[in-house]
Every structure is written in C-alpha cells, then in structure tokens.
Nanobody, 122 residues
Framework: VQLQASGGGLVQTGGSLRLSCAAS????????MGWFRQAPGKERQFVAA????????HYADSVKGRFTISRDNAKNTLYLQMNSLKPEDTAVYCC????????????????WGQGTLVTVSS
C-alpha cells in the first residue's frame, strides 16, 4: 500500500487548504482512513478519520467545525478540507490507512504516507 499526500503550503490565518491523499496498491475501500499531524517538537496528533464507506467521520476537538474529511473510493483518494486555519494548525500532515476499524489511535494504522507541510502564518 502506498499513500501520497499533497496540497500543503503556506496560508494566512483564517485561510483554507485542501489536502489530498492518493492511495495505490490496495483495495482502498477496505481501509479506514485517517489524517494525523505532527508539529515541530510535539507528538503526533490525531486530526480526523473516516469509515470505509465515508458515512462516518471523527474529528479531534481542536479541528471540529473547521476541518472536513472525505473520501472518493472510486478515485482511491482521501481529502481533508481545512478552513479557518490557525497558526496552531501548523504541522506536517500525514494520511494513514487502518484495516481494523479503530479510528483514533495511530498504532492501529498500518500504512502511512510521507506527509505534507502546512504552515499557517499569523
């Protein structure tokens, strides 16, 4: 399984970005998909996850109401729409694939992409 994240960049506070994660080498719809982030000097943090069909989504409290996770199983692609960005959202964002159905814990995610950097300036 290969995951390729893209869409990061530099944005001002209050701005928006849309991250994408293209999957290959797997049956995409067999995996719960998640986004995690890691800021410099901090531990990896759960951001959002979505069920196999896309019918259920879970969010960290810090991004609830601002971020939206979605997936297109026909295109083998995961998305993260990020609105109202804040400087504290600055981090490397990674997508990950989880065959087990547990959403929040990084240890349950078996495959990881390389990450894309999001920088929010104040």
């Amino acid at each position: 399984v290969q995951l390729q994240a893209s869409g990061g960049g530099l944005v001002q506070t209050g701005g928006s970005l849309r991250l994408s994660c293209a999957a290959s080498g797997c049956t995409f719809s067999n995996y719960v998909m998640g986004w995690f982030r890691q800021a410099p000097g901090k531990e990896r943090q759960f951001v959002a996850a979505i069920s196999w069909s896309g019918g259920t989504a879970h969010y960290a409290d810090s991004v609830k109401g601002r971020f939206t996770i979605s997936r297109d199983n026909a295109k083998n692609t995961l998305y993260l729409q990020m609105n109202s960005l804040k400087p504290e959202d600055t981090a490397v964002y990674c997508c990950a694939a989880n065959p087990s159905g547990s959403y929040y814990r990084a240890v349950n995610y078996e495959y990881w992409g390389q990450g894309t950097l999001v920088t929010v300036s104040s």
